[in-house]
C-alpha cells in the first residue's frame, strides 16, 4: 500500500534520517512511501544524500521547506530546535490533499511491517502515539498542564495524524494561548504543547510495539507494578516494529551507553555499507 510519512528536523539529523528511512524501505518491501521532509536549513547536498540511501521507485523523498522566519514566536532550544514544532502545525504544512500521515523522528529504526499503525482506526482523534511514563509521572504531567485525568502525556516521536479532521479543526491562536499560560513550565517545547492542548484528541498506542527505548524498557522491568510484563529482548527481537533512541543517549555518539545499538542500529548500518551507502560517521 501506497502510505504518507513526515519528518522535521535540522541539518544536524540529515545523516540519522538516512539510517531511518533505509530500515523503512528495507522492513516494508511491499509498501510504497511519500516522505514529507518539513525543514529550514538542509540543502541540497543533504537532500541528495538523503535521496541516495533509500530506493526512488519506493521511496519518494519530498522536499518541504519551510520559511526560517515561520512561527517565530515558539519556543526552541539547541536540544529542541524550531523544527521540531512543525509538527504541531503540520496540516498547515503538509499538502490539503493528504488525509492522514505518519510522524516519525528521524532517531528511529523501523523493523516491521507499518500497515497495521497507519492504517489504525483514530476514532474522532486527531493523533494516535505512545507514552513513555508510567503513573506517577503521568500525574506530574496532568498537574503541570492542567490535563484531563486518565489521559496519557504521550511521547511525539511516532505519531499518527489524522491530518483532514486537523485541518478542519485546529485553531492557531489555541497553541499560542496555551504557550502565553505555561510559558515558564515547558521544558519539551512541541511535545509539551501537543500534549496540553491535545490531550483529549489523541489515542493510544503501545509503546512496547511501536515507540520502544531503552529507558522505557529499563523502567518497565524495575517497576513493582510491572511484574509479569517485563520485556525481554527476544521479545523486542520478534515484536516491535519502531525503536527509538529517545532523548541524549544517541548510537552514533561516542558516549551511547546500552544494548540496542549493537541489536539495532548496528545491522542498519551494516546493511547501508553493504549497499555501497554512506552511513554516518563514513
Given at each position: 500500500?501506497?502510505?504518507?510519512?513526515?519528518?522535521?528536523?535540522?541539518?544536524?539529523?540529515?545523516?540519522?534520517?538516512?539510517?531511518?528511512?533505509?530500515?523503512?524501505?528495507?522492513?516494508?518491501?511491499?509498501?510504497?512511501?511519500?516522505?514529507?521532509?518539513?525543514?529550514?536549513?538542509?540543502?541540497?547536498?543533504?537532500?541528495?544524500?538523503?535521496?541516495?540511501?533509500?530506493?526512488?521507485?519506493?521511496?519518494?523523498?519530498?522536499?518541504?521547506?519551510?520559511?526560517?522566519?515561520?512561527?517565530?514566536?515558539?519556543?526552541?532550544?539547541?536540544?529542541?530546535?524550531?523544527?521540531?514544532?512543525?509538527?504541531?502545525?503540520?496540516?498547515?504544512?503538509?499538502?490539503?490533499?493528504?488525509?492522514?500521515?505518519?510522524?516519525?523522528?528521524?532517531?528511529?529504526?523501523?523493523?516491521?511491517?507499518?500497515?497495521?499503525?497507519?492504517?489504525?482506526?483514530?476514532?474522532?482523534?486527531?493523533f494516535a502515539a505512545a507514552t513513555h511514563m508510567?503513573?506517577?509521572?503521568?500525574?506530574?504531567?496532568?498537574?503541570?498542564?492542567?490535563?484531563?485525568?486518565?489521559?496519557?502525556?504521550?511521547?511525539?516521536?511516532?505519531?499518527?495524524?489524522?491530518?483532514?479532521?486537523?485541518?478542519?479543526?485546529?485553531?492557531?491562536?489555541?497553541?499560542?494561548?496555551?504557550?502565553?499560560?505555561?510559558?515558564?513550565?515547558?521544558?519539551?517545547?512541541?511535545?509539551?504543547?501537543?500534549?496540553?492542548?491535545?490531550?483529549?484528541?489523541?489515542?493510544?498506542?503501545?509503546?512496547?510495539?511501536?515507540?520502544?527505548?531503552?529507558?522505557?524498557?529499563?523502567?518497565?522491568?524495575?517497576?513493582?507494578?510491572?511484574?509479569?510484563?517485563?520485556?525481554?529482548?527476544?521479545?523486542?527481537?520478534?515484536?516491535?516494529?519502531?525503536?527509538?533512541?529517545?532523548?541524549?543517549?544517541?548510537?552514533?555518539?561516542?558516549?551511547?551507553?546500552?544494548?540496542?545499538?549493537?541489536?539495532?542500529?548496528?545491522?542498519?548500518?551494516?546493511?547501508?555499507?553493504?549497499?555501497?551507502?554512506?552511513?554516518?560517521?563514513?
Amino acid at each position: 500500500m501506497d502510505m504518507n510519512l513526515f519528518v522535521t528536523l535540522d541539518a544536524r539529523y540529515a545523516a540519522p534520517l538516512r539510517v531511518m528511512l533505509f530500515s523503512l524501505c528495507e522492513s516494508n518491501p511491499q509498501h510504497r512511501f511519500d516522505v514529507y521532509v518539513l525543514h529550514s536549513s538542509l540543502g541540497e547536498k543533504e537532500l541528495a544524500q538523503i535521496r541516495a540511501a533509500v530506493p526512488s521507485a519506493q521511496c519518494r523523498v519530498i522536499d518541504r521547506p519551510v520559511p526560517p522566519e515561520s512561527f517565530a514566536d515558539m519556543p526552541c532550544s539547541d536540544r529542541f530546535p524550531k523544527e521540531a514544532c512543525y509538527r504541531i502545525f503540520a496540516a498547515q504544512l503538509l499538502p490539503d490533499t493528504l488525509d492522514r500521515a505518519l510522524y516519525l523522528d528521524p532517531d528511529i529504526v523501523v523493523r516491521q511491517d507499518l500497515e497495521a499503525l497507519y492504517t489504525m482506526d483514530l476514532g474522532d482523534s486527531f493523533f494516535a502515539a505512545a507514552t513513555h511514563m508510567f503513573l506517577s509521572m503521568q500525574i506530574v504531567n496532568w498537574l503541570r498542564f492542567d490535563m484531563a485525568r486518565g489521559s496519557q502525556y504521550i511521547n511525539s516521536g511516532v505519531m499518527l495524524f489524522h491530518l483532514t479532521r486537523l485541518r478542519q479543526a485546529q485553531k492557531t491562536q489555541d497553541v499560542y494561548d496555551f504557550i502565553e499560560k505555561y510559558r515558564k513550565r515547558l521544558v519539551l517545547f512541541d511535545q509539551d504543547i501537543l500534549n496540553g492542548v491535545y490531550h483529549t484528541r489523541t489515542a493510544y498506542i503501545s509503546p512496547r510495539l511501536y515507540n520502544l527505548d531503552e529507558k522505557y524498557m529499563f523502567l518497565n522491568n524495575i517497576n513493582p507494578w510491572q511484574i509479569g510484563s517485563a520485556i525481554r529482548l527476544k521479545w523486542v527481537q520478534k515484536n516491535t516494529v519502531i525503536i527509538h533512541f529517545n532523548g541524549p543517549n544517541k548510537p552514533w555518539l561516542p558516549k551511547y551507553r546500552g544494548r540496542f545499538k549493537a541489536e539495532f542500529y548496528d545491522p542498519v548500518i551494516a546493511a547501508m555499507r553493504a549497499q555501497g551507502l554512506a552511513a554516518p560517521g563514513d
